[in-house]
């Protein structure tokens, strides 16, 4: 989180702040922006108010951007080969039951038991919402739904089948791990426990995230080893954070012959102790983090 800086900023703002993401080939994603725009709208538009002095005001306007993008964001964050992989709290679908029936005699029963354990989980809330469960008793083949599943990114995945019935147990496959890799599980041990292992999903997603991007993200002091970074070949090198004091038309020289942008001066990183400006060498408090974005 930072503000940008004001050749990046929204024209015609006094000020940006951006929620800046690192998706999976290091790239920047400007996930959500909001902006202040003082009066400069409300004069073009003559957008005005009366003040408690009865005297005519133009307004102070803000912009929200925060749409689509966080979509595309999620998806290039989370995903993998398989398709794609949703955090539990956002994911349409937290919980797919999926029967297995291969033989008749014992279908009703199974369809049954998975109908009663989707209306027992149902009843359970995770972050203030009621879980969100579904059980797919379309006739398909179990590998066909699997993969659908597997695809459509859902977080937990449950199975029935006859021994799982006769014994009380559940097949249960998390998005977060292997496709393949599956655990065996007492019933009621998953109804205890499924909110818990929705919210280790939703973890696990959230520090894997976070540990690529720090593993990314390296500060740097030095005008060469800077431009060594961005140097042909190395296309997508993740981001560097450096100590900036330098002016619009610096910044706007060095972004376009690197083919690179100021992300944001980070929020957590603008009362860091006095470091020299690694192109101007002037004595600074404030960081820039740059990057190649979309």
């Not at 599943?149 to 006769?166: A, Q, T």
């Not at 559940?170 to 909110?195: G, M, T």
């Not at 470091?275 to 408090?285: D, I, P, R, V």
Request: glycine share 6%; proline share 4%; hydrophobic share 35%.
């Amino acid at each position: 989180m930072g503000e940008k800086t004001e050749a990046e900023r929204f024209p015609g703002a006094e000020s940006t702040l951006t929620v800046e993401a690192m998706v999976q080939d290091k790239k920047a994603i400007q996930a959500g922006t909001s902006h202040y725009l003082g009066q400069n709208f409300a004069k073009a538009q003559d957008i005005t108010f009366v003040d408690r002095d009865n005297k005519e005001q133009h307004v102070h306007t803000t912009s929200w951007g925060v749409s689509t993008r966080l979509v595309g964001t999620l998806i290039m964050a989370h995903s993998d080969d398989d398709g794609l992989v949703l955090p539990p709290r956002v994911a349409p679908q937290q919980i797919v039951i999926v029967p297995v029936t291969p033989k008749e005699e014992s279908r009703d029963a199974i369809i049954d038991a998975c109908q009663a354990l989707a209306i027992r989980l149902r009843e359970q809330t995770y972050a203030n919402e009621s879980l969100r469960v579904k059980v797919d008793t379309r006739d398909l083949g179990g590998g066909i739904k699997k993969w659908e599943w597997v695809k459509k990114g859902v977080p937990i995945r449950i199975e029935i089948g006859p021994r799982d019935l006769e014994e009380r147990k559940v097949c249960l496959q998390r998005r977060d791990q292997a496709a393949n890799e599956k655990s065996f599980i007492e019933k009621e041990h998953f109804l205890r426990d499924a909110v818990e292992i929705l919210d280790d999903i939703h973890q696990t997603l959230l520090e894997r995230a976070r540990d690529f991007r720090d593993a990314n993200l390296t500060e740097c002091t030095d005008l060469t080893k800077f431009e060594d970074h961005w140097a042909e070949g190395n296309e997508n090198p993740g981001w560097l954070i450096t100590p900036w004091a330098g002016t619009r038309e610096e910044e706007e020289e060095i972004s376009k012959r690197l083919k690179i942008t100021v992300r944001c001066l980070p929020n957590d990183k603008q009362d860091e102790p006095e470091a020299k400006c690694f192109m101007t060498g002037q004595l600074t408090k404030s960081h820039a983090i740059w990057g190649r974005s979309y």
